[in-house]
């Protein structure tokens, strides 16, 4: 069974049903194993980890081996994924937490594989990890202007209609400039961005219908077939793999 959250920031999974093949994506992700001896495939070494973070770009394959797992996938401009990047990545692929420093949070959470997962469950659980690995999540970040507008627009738009030539003139930019911009600011291609909020939104959507079709079109995508390849190539999975048997829960604050 999956319980897949939707977030403001990021969208996490519970899951014992995860069966990756080899992809990368512009979204940072990590992982955390109820039990210790699951392995990750990151650029053909296998690491063996309780928790771990990896970088935007990795090329990696993941199962969950029928055992739990908890992971996040987590958008690329969020206060989350820059003070991640900040205190443990910077340029490396993957960042390897001491098993260590989980001995507490093991123990609190040791029963969770046995219990109905819901949001209060995922807000305690992952406000608890953020302690552990010593985040603290910021209200805002600082970015220019005219980034801070695009990424507003893409919150509500028509992405059947968006046009980053018209994104571009309406701040008075060329497309290769605020092309730019946005890449020097995020730290992400904005076509990569754009793609990542259409993901979401058809999830949501999913959320809300349970229509993958309508799902896919609505979050505009050109088809659903569109839709399945795209997520293919981003989540290693297909988006009926993703869906089926599947809990969607939305976190409260979105």
Same mark, same amino acid.
């Given at each position: ?76 401009? *969020?206060?989350?994924? %820059? ?11 993957? =960042? !390897? +937490?001491? &098993? ?22 995922y807000e305690n659980f992952t406000s608890e ?33 968006? *046009?980053?030539?018209? %994104? ?11 092309? =730019? !911009? +946005?890449? &020097? ?69 979105i």
């Amino acid at each position: 069974m999956n319980y897949i959250v939707m977030d403001k920031s990021c969208v996490s999974a519970f899951s014992d049903t995860i069966n990756a093949d080899n992809h990368s994506h512009w979204m940072l992700q990590l992982f955390y194993a109820f039990n210790n001896d699951l392995l990750i495939d990151v650029n053909g070494d296998e690491i063996r980890f309780r928790c771990v973070i990896l970088n935007s770009g990795v090329v990696h394959n993941f199962a969950t081996r029928n055992s739990l797992c908890f992971t996040m996938l987590i958008d690329p401009s *969020s206060s989350l994924s %820059l003070e991640l990047k900040k205190k443990y990545l910077q340029d490396k692929e993957y =960042h !390897l +937490f001491d &098993e260590e420093m989980f001995l507490d949070f093991n123990l609190q959470f040791k029963s969770l594989p046995q219990m109905p997962i819901d949001i209060q469950l995922y807000e305690n659980f992952t406000s608890e990890l953020y302690h552990v690995i010593g985040i603290t999540i910021q209200p805002f970040i600082i970015y220019d202007e005219r980034i801070l507008d695009v990424i507003k627009h893409l919150e509500t738009c028509d992405f059947s209609e968006l *046009s980053i030539k018209e %994104l571009a003139q309406n701040l008075a930019l060329s497309p290769s400039r605020l092309s =730019h !911009l +946005f890449k &020097e600011q995020t730290g992400i291609p904005l076509k990569s961005f754009i793609l990542i909020h259409m993901m979401q939104r058809a999830y949501t959507r999913i959320l809300q219908t349970g229509d993958i079709t309508s799902a896919a079109l609505d979050a505009g995508f050109d088809s659903p077939s569109h839709f399945a390849a795209t997520s293919k190539r981003l989540m290693g999975m297909s988006a009926t793999g993703i869906s089926k048997d599947s809990v969607f829960l939305k976190a409260s604050f979105i």
